[in-house]
């Protein structure tokens, strides 16, 4: 399984940026799915993350302003990221937590994209 990051870039502060993940492989659901980012010198934060349902939840300081969503035909996720400020620059990861379902029982495992920047201006 490999999750492929994409859209992240430069924008000035009040700008829009989407950014999607894909799952690819087979054999595997996936339960959660989830961004997370990690700003220069700061430790990787939980954005916003989805569940099987569509259930969300959102860190404070994006509630209002970003919104995840997910479609499962396709195994992607996506986070709809507006009003952008400077403090939302960092390097933004995806992740999903793959289920393989296999004759000796179910195996989980934590699965994480290759990091996409956005950069916003003042």
């Known amino acids: 399984v490999q999750l492929q990051a994409s859209g992240g870039g430069l924008v000035q502060a009040g700008g829009s940026l989407r950014l999607s993940c894909a799952a690819s492989?087979?054999?595997?659901?996936?339960?959660?799915m989830g961004w997370y980012r990690q700003a220069l010198g700061k430790e990787r934060e939980l954005v916003a993350a989805?569940?099987?349902?569509?259930?969300?939840n959102y860190a404070d300081s994006v509630k209002g302003r970003f919104t995840i969503s997910r479609d499962n035909a396709k195994n992607t996720v996506h986070l709809q990221m507006n009003s952008l400020n400077p403090d939302d620059t960092a390097v933004y990861y995806c992740?999903?937590?793959?289920?393989?379902?296999?004759?000796?029982?179910?195996?989980?495992?934590?699965?994480w994209g290759q990091g996409t920047q956005v950069t916003v201006s003042s």
């Open positions: 992740n999903a937590e793959i289920v393989f379902h296999q004759q000796i029982g179910t195996i989980i495992n934590q699965y």
């Open positions: 492989g087979s054999g595997f659901s996936i339960n959660h």
């Open positions: 989805i569940t099987s349902t569509s259930s969300t």
